[in-house]
């Protein structure tokens, strides 16, 4: 990451505070707005919040391998290896979807509207596509959960005679 200072006001103190307010972060453990509050003296509502907690979230995934997800009006949590992984699925999946929504937009772009070297990059656009869609399709059918198996009744039939 750079060390490049363009002006601002840096995030690392207020990071720290958080850091220091809570050394050990335990996977499912919420934090309330009014808790982070309380330790960074920003209002919620307020953009330097905002930095300050996303500079703070992206320093616990990257260097304590901890996820915090944001929970709307309420705080935020950190996720559970379930919950990670639900999550990252669900971003997999619209990321691959949006490509494919910008791959089909390209492909109806009007050629004759096009220069010699626009044509090309279409054309390696709507190659690149097919091969990336194509994979990205066989890799969520991998990775998509199993379907849940009809439930067997646990009851017996009592024979009656």
């Known amino acids: 990451m750079s060390k490049l200072f363009l002006g601002g006001v ?14 050990e972060i335990a996977e499912g453990t919420d934090f309330t707005h009014e808790q982070i509050e309380a330790v960074i003296g920003l ?5 330097r919040y905002r930095c300050v907690t996303l500079a703070w979230r992206k320093e616990m995934l990257n260097s304590h391998n901890i996820e ?12 559970t290896g ?12 619209q990321g691959t979807r949006k490509q494919g929504k910008s791959i089909r ?3 109806m772009v009007r050629a004759e509207t096009l220069t010699q070297i626009e044509q090309s990059k279409q054309l390696h656009v709507m190659r690149l596509g097919a091969a990336v869609l194509s994979q990205a399709s066989a890799m ?7 379907k849940p198996k009809q439930q067997v009744s646990l009851q017996r039939e009592i024979p009656t005679s």
């Open 105 to 107: 937009r390209v492909t």
């Open 140 to 146: 969520m059918k991998e990775i998509e959960p199993p």
């Open 10 to 23: 840096p995030t690392a103190p207020d990071v720290k505070k958080l850091r220091t307010a809570f050394p």
């Open 82 to 93: 379930v919950e990670r992984l639900d999550t990252n699925i669900k971003g997999f999946k």
């Open 43 to 47: 209002s919620p509502k307020s953009n």
């Open 68 to 79: 915090i997800a944001a929970i709307p009006t309420i705080g935020f949590r950190a996720l």
